[in-house]
């Protein structure tokens, strides 16, 4: 079983059933399809039941605040563009305390891969209404159900110009594992919401109410060049759920466009700053 070298053997505390399962599973599998060993990545986590999975993990992991993966995640990766950094958000994490810094991290197109744990409630703190919770939803911290219109994590990827948009669902190991790996290849920053059913908390987005609705983009004849029909897709949510790569384009990674960080210079923290010539520079400072 090559795909336990990724695990630990810590036990795992998700309750049975949760779909935080099938992203763990997938996640592994990719890295095993793409070659990576466990010393390639670094996983920086949010705080929430997904963050948990810093425990089962055996890559080298960070956990970060609620909602501050992202910057930590973007000053990894500026030190050392060798590593193959991940951020592993929740929803509330990432769309909440964590909205501004997806915006600017998706723009800055630096080569990370986000993945968002989207079970559109907050689980760790047991069951309050997240950014993600659908209108009217009826949760302890919205009695009267939920007034305000949910953040969509598609639409808000591609207005922020993020260059990979894509959403899964855990109910399909299989189709989320093809896309982390093409997330995971993506020059540039990727963006996976994956559809992840809380079983103990949210009642109304459960692994029955997806089966009955999501549908394969690729298979619909989806072009994910074009941004418009990613943006009209985007929109679709009800009856029936897209699922896969909305939205794809090649452009310059951040990397590319800063003189000290180029291909061909040494990653930050291979560089020799031991005998840098410091003196003009508080002469200039006087
Ligand atoms: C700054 C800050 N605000 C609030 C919290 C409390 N808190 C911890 S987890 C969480 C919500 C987690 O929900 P989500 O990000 O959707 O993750 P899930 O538990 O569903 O995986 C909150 C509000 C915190 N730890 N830090």
Same mark, same amino acid.
């Given at each position: 079983m090559e795909i336990d070298k990724f695990k630990t053997e810590e036990k795992v505390t998700w309750?049975?059933?949760?779909?935080?399962f099938g992203i763990w599973v997938a996640l592994r599998q990719a890295f095993l399809e793409l070659g990576w060993?466990?010393?390639?990545v670094l996983l920086v986590y949010g705080i929430g039941?997904?963050?948990?999975m810093i425990n089962y993990?055996?890559?080298?992991g960070f956990d970060a605040l609620h909602g501050r993966g992202l910057p930590l995640a973007q000053g990894a990766k500026l030190a050392n563009k060798n590593l193959n950094v991940i951020v592993i958000a929740g929803d509330g994490d990432q769309f909440g305390e964590g909205g501004n810094h997806f915006i600017h991290a998706a723009r800055r197109n630096l080569d990370i891969t986000c993945i968002i744990h989207d079970?559109?409630?907050? #689980?760790l703190t047991v069951g309050q209404t997240s950014?993600?919770?659908?209108?009217g939803f009826v949760t302890k911290s919205t009695?009267? #159900?939920?007034p305000d219109q949910p953040v969509n994590p598609i639409s808000l990827s591609l207005a922020s110009e993020a260059s990979f948009v894509a959403r899964g669902f855990s109910g399909d190991v299989k189709h989320l594992t093809k896309l982390f790996v093409d997330g995971l290849k993506h020059k540039g920053f990727s963006v996976i919401d994956v559809l992840q059913p809380c079983v103990t908390l949210?009642?109304?987005?459960?692994f029955q109410y997806f089966f009955q609705r999501v549908y394969k983009l690729d298979e619909a004849g989806?072009?994910?060049?074009?941004k418009i029909s990613a943006f009209t897709k985007s929109f679709e949510w009800g009856d029936k759920i897209p699922i896969g790569l909305f939205y794809k384009e090649e452009r310059p990674i951040l990397e590319e466009l800063l003189p000290q960080l180029k291909p061909e210079e040494k990653s930050l923290v291979d560089?020799?700053?031991?005998?840098?010539?410091i003196k003009s520079l508080f002469e200039e400072f006087k």
């Open positions: 309750c049975q059933g949760c779909g935080n060993g466990p010393e390639d039941c997904h963050g948990h993990l055996n890559n080298y079970n559109q409630i907050y #689980g950014p993600t919770s659908e209108k009695p009267h #159900g939920a949210n009642h109304l987005n459960t989806h072009n994910h060049n074009d560089q020799d700053i031991y005998n840098i010539e």
